[in-house]
């Protein structure tokens, strides 16, 4: 399935782009991620596990185990620091 | 319910804002403000301005639903968001928080809720520019805490 993969912040920043649109066959936002990693080692240092990172699905704040759904907009980026 | 949620790069005009919301609806009896100003020091570092990031769509709508859902907590009569992004100086007013209600206690509780909820639940992101290089801001716990507070569970930092 396609979907869009967008970036904000400082992994926008590490990858310097903002989205991407990928084929995956990724059922949730953990193993979206894992397979992102993958694709480059900017991917793998900008989402490595060991950073925090929110992911919204659909504009929405989800958890990792979220499902992914044909066509979704997932976003991955740091703690939000606004206000 | 009456709101509204905007994100603009310009400057806001409280004294304006606030006239606008509280002409909306006659019974209102009190209005609560919060503005939020960028300072020139954070820990102890200089920050000569604020570049603030944003993802357009999810910031609207999840202010939106925060102002929802604080109609629902509290007996509020009208509420008004403003956030600013793009680069700010110091002393620049960043975001506005308007509640209006009949009576103080609930606009004032309502302002805080919301400014609480927004500080770690919106997507917006600040970066300082100092002198010695930009940095990335790191959320606080203290912010996580202060949602807590409402019995919602925040784990932003």
Known sequence: MKITVRYFASIREALDFGSEVIETDATNVSELREQLMLRSPLHAQALAIDRVIRVAVNQNLVNMDHPIEPASEVAFFPPVTGG | ?157
């Open chain 2, 1 to 157: 319910m009456c709101y509204s949620v905007v994100i603009q790069e310009k400057d806001f005009d409280v004294s304006q804002e606030m006239a606008l919301l509280r002409a909306l609806d006659c019974g209102v009896g009190a209005i609560c403000s919060f503005v939020g100003t960028v300072r020139d020091r954070n820990e102890g570092a200089q920050v000569s301005s604020m570049e603030l990031e944003h993802y357009p769509g999810m910031t609207e709508k999840s202010i939106e639903a925060m102002i929802e859902s604080a109609f629902k907590r509290f007996d509020i009569l009208g509420a008004r968001v403003i956030h600013r992004v793009g680069l700010l100086q110091p002393l620049d007013q960043i975001v506005l928080v308007l509640v209006t209600s009949a009576h103080r206690g609930q606009s004032f509780q309502a302002c805080e809720y919301l400014m609480d909820y927004l500080k770690t639940q919106a997507p917006f992101w600040k970066k300082e520019i100092a002198p010695s290089g930009a940095r990335w801001v790191d959320a606080r716990v203290s912010d996580d805490q202060a949602l807590e507070r409402w019995g919602i569970v925040s784990q932003n930092s």
